[in-house]
């Protein structure tokens, strides 16, 4: 079975900076756009940012100029970078991916906290 493999979170100054890290754990034959989404208490899942198998990114516009996301095929893995961080990312935060197997299918991993405060 195929899982989404994250690490990176903690806790964090606002103005600080963290590192999420996501890995396919598994060998797929083809991984599409590889992304990352958020979810605060009391909140629906949010998109943060996403980067497709050719590179074209897209960002959400409130971490615009703050988080930058990346991959790196060769070792199926996502990564994003949060600077500048704010109490308001505070959120549990889940990588996902788009994977074929025997069909295209999106599979996400189990989440990694994010705390922001002082």
């Known amino acids: 079975q195929v899982h989404l493999v994250e690490s990176g979170g903690g806790l964090v100054q606002p103005g600080g900076s963290l590192r999420l890290s996501c890995v396919v754990s598994e060998r797929i034959a083809s991984i599409g756009a590889m992304g990352w989404y958020r979810q605060s208490p009391g909140k629906q899942r949010e998109f943060v940012a996403a980067?497709?198998?050719?590179?074209?990114?897209t960002y959400a516009d409130s971490v615009k100029g703050r988080f930058t996301i990346s991959r790196d095929n060769a070792q199926n893995t996502v990564y994003l970078q949060m600077d500048s961080l704010k109490p308001e990312d505070t959120a549990v935060y889940y990588c996902c991916a788009d994977l074929y197997r025997t069909l295209w299918s999106r599979y996400w991993g189990q989440g990694t906290q994010v705390t922001v405060s002082s």
């Open positions: 980067v497709t198998s050719g590179g074209t990114l």
